[in-house]
């Protein structure tokens, strides 16, 4: 990055942890988000993938806050940023924070994945989330809203940064949400393997808006940056970067989802594309998150 792209800038010193953090985050919670709309609209036929949306969201959020706590440099004192250290077990909530909010929605989120995963580790002795028990209904509608805003809140939080790009467009945390939703179905396609051909086509057509709607959130986002977005585009690495996330992560899991016997059939063609989905995904987070702070390749 050029030394006077930004006459105060200062590198926030972000590291690997951070950004698989931003993608995990993004992952687990449009997983779930995925379950919850097939618990909430869609038939006994998709109960078997939610199942499995069930049983990976808890992991993957765990995953994704061990890489923030480990990034936080003293894992012992991750507990302060959810309670309150002499009125423990008091929680912090201050709503102008982007941090606290997100503590708070990592461990609403947390609870609700763990009660989900609790019910679907019961398998066939489901009781919440059973096809005609409302509060599982209730639970997965809390789920999803807290799974939208663990996916789109990381970009709220770049945005309160004074850093070059961070903090010069508003469309950020759209950005995140659509490529969160994108690769939580992409993860539920490649996990669950053994689900019928119609939740298939279902994930399949959704995860096909989300990538459209993702390019779309792109395009607004770098040209909203101005001239800073320019040097920011065509800058090395990131314009590699960007290249990757448009072709391998948009364009052609596209072109798979409209021509499955490209890939060998649907099944295979779900798996590949989604393959796809998730490396795009995590690429994008490379290239918002580094190339201001000149994380390189």
């Known amino acids: 990055m050029p030394p006077d792209f930004n006459p105060s800038y200062q590198v926030p010193n972000w590291g690997w942890w951070i950004v698989l953090y931003f993608f995990f985050g993004g992952v687990t919670g449009g997983v779930y988000f995925a379950a919850a709309w097939l618990d909430l609209f869609g038939d006994l036929r998709d109960r078997a993938a939610m199942r499995v949306g069930h049983l990976i969201a808890f992991p993957l959020i765990l995953l994704s806050a061990l890489f923030l706590i480990v990034d936080l440099g003293q894992p012992l004192r991750f507990w302060h940023m959810i ?55 209730i639970v997965s509608v809390l789920g999803a809203l807290a799974g939208l805003a663990l996916a789109g809140y990381t970009g709220a939080l770049l945005n309160v940064n004074n850093e070059p790009v961070w903090g010069d467009s508003p469309w950020l945390s759209a950005l995140f949400l659509f490529s969160g939703i994108s690769t939580g179905i992409a993860a539920l396609l490649l996990l669950a393997r053994r689900i019928a051909s119609t939740t298939i086509e279902k994930l399949s057509e959704a995860d096909n808006y989300m990538v459209l709607f993702e390019l779309i959130t792109l395009v607004v986002f770098l040209a909203s940056l101005g001239a800073v977005g320019t040097r920011f585009i065509f800058g090395t690495p990131t314009i590699v970067l960007f290249a990757i996330v448009v072709v391998i992560g948009v364009l052609v899991p596209l072109a798979i989802h409209w021509r499955p016997g490209l890939a060998g059939g649907l099944r295979s063609a779900s798996v590949l594309s989604a393959v796809l989905v998730l490396i795009g995904g995590f690429v994008l987070r490379w290239a918002v998150l580094a190339a201001p702070q000149g994380l390189g390749l």
């Open 83 to 137: 309670f309150q250290s002499e009125r423990f077990p008091e929680p912090i909530f201050k709503p102008y924070s982007p941090m606290s909010l997100g503590s708070g929605i990592l461990f609403i989120f947390g609870v609700v994945s763990f009660l989900s995963f609790v019910d679907a580790a019961l398998g066939r002795s489901s009781l919440l989330h059973s096809p005609r028990n409302p509060i599982g209904k």
